[in-house]
């Protein structure tokens, strides 16, 4: 099996339900056969159908995404917004009018002298 299985499968995934949700008639007897080919049965692609077709509308007022559920989870552990905005000092914060001080270490002294034809040189991108 290939280590890029488990992408293969989710890439199939989201095309299935990208052709479900464009209607693409052409696309999906062939799509179909090849998802039935690598393991997907006909309750999975059931499910994927639904998943394409599913509207906010259609959801219970409570529902929360499984994607958005796991970050809010974490959330509730996380600290308040007010210790959060205590901890940040106005002193730490950078000034936009400010210059930036000039980085004296930025640039290494030259090895070889310019008369070197030998000497190495800075190529340039454009």
Request: proline letters at 11%; hydrophobic letters at 40%; aromatic letters at 4%.
């Given at each position: 099996?290939?280590?890029?299985?488990?992408?293969?499968?989710?890439?199939?995934?989201?095309?299935?339900?990208?052709?479900?949700?464009t209607g693409d008639r052409a696309t999906l007897p062939s799509l179909t056969l090849v998802m039935?080919?690598?393991g997907f049965t006909d309750?999975?692609?059931?499910?994927?159908?639904?998943?394409?077709t599913m509207r906010a509308d259609d959801m219970p007022a409570d529902y929360v995404p499984p994607e958005i559920a796991a970050p809010r989870a974490f959330a509730?552990?996380?600290?308040?917004?007010?210790?959060?905005?205590?901890?940040?000092?106005p002193d730490d914060l950078p000034i936009a009018d400010e210059e930036p001080?000039?980085?004296?270490?930025?640039?290494?002294?030259?090895?070889?002298?310019?008369?070197?034809?030998?000497?190495?040189?800075?190529?340039s991108l454009f």
């Open positions: 099996m290939s280590i890029f299985a488990d992408d293969w499968r989710a890439c199939l995934r989201e095309h299935y339900m990208h052709v479900v949700r039935h080919e690598i309750d999975d692609l059931a499910e994927l159908r639904v998943l394409a509730a552990v996380a600290a308040p917004p007010d210790e959060i905005e205590a901890e940040a000092e001080a000039p980085d004296t270490e930025a640039e290494p002294a030259p090895d070889a002298s310019p008369d070197n034809p030998d000497a190495p040189k800075q190529l």
